[in-house]
């Protein structure tokens, strides 16, 4: 069985630039969380949805970050403008249901210069 | 806020000895789910504990989950080099979302 799916799988682009992180869940899963994680501030939860409605996205940064699941197979996340500070893993993980255990992808390592 | 207390954050270990990190919240849990990350990887489910005083075991590990269900335990008997990785808890906050705790990063001298 395919897992979390996630694309790409590196990252490296210049500040300023759109970034587009894509994120296909483990089908039936109604669950789809956004996670980053860097050394400092371990993993932290941006965004969930529970079928496909943003339930909780009280961790995205600031207004640069967006993320949007228009059907049940398919996510992203967006970053524009991008800035070095963003700099990190991001996961997508997805789940039966929201407190239930997570499927976690092998995330996308975004380098921003 | 913090949701939950993870510790230690770091613990280095000889091949063989044993290996436990703890996890601690203020409020009543009503589970507690563990993860295990491998350098480089991602984080990977280990089990579940619902039950008060709960305990699970998976082969040389030991899942606790206490009396008062505020505090859980990950015990690893006679460590080997692939138990290297980051061990996090998680709990649901609000019946809506799961909060990893910060991790115990392990390392192994073989």
């Known amino acids: 069985d395919a897992g979390v799916i996630q694309s790409p799988r590196h990252e490296v682009t210049e500040m300023g630039q759109e970034v587009t992180l894509r994120c296909k869940p483990i089908?039936?899963?109604?669950?789809l969380f956004w996670y980053r994680q860097t050394m400092m501030r371990g993993l932290e939860l941006l965004i969930y949805f529970n079928n496909n409605v943003p339930i909780d996205d009280s961790g995205m940064p600031e207004d640069r970050f967006s993320a949007k699941m228009p059907n049940a197979s398919f996510s992203t996340l967006k970053i524009q403008p991008s800035e070095p500070r963003d700099s990190a893993v991001y996961f997508c993980a997805s789940s039966l249901g929201a407190n239930q255990p997570q499927h976690f992808g092998d995330g996308t390592r975004l380098s921003i210069l | 806020g913090q949701q939950v207390m993870q510790i230690p954050q770091y613990q280095h270990v000889q091949e063989g000895e044993d290996f436990t990190t703890y996890c601690n919240s203020s409020t009543t849990l009503s589970n507690i789910q563990w993860y295990k990350q491998r350098p480089g990887g991602h984080p990977v489910f280990l089990i579940q504990l619902v039950k008060s005083g709960e305990v699970k075991k998976q082969k040389r590990l030991t899942f606790q989950f206490g009396e008062a269900k505020k505090n859980s335990s990950l015990h690893i008997t006679a460590t080997q080099t692939t138990d290297v990785g980051t061990y996090f808890c998680?709990?649901?906050?609000?019946?809506?979302?799961?909060?990893f705790g910060q991790g115990t990063r392990l390392t192994i001298n073989p």
């Open positions: 089908s039936g899963h109604n669950s």
């Open positions: 998680a709990v649901v906050v609000l019946r809506q979302k799961l909060v």
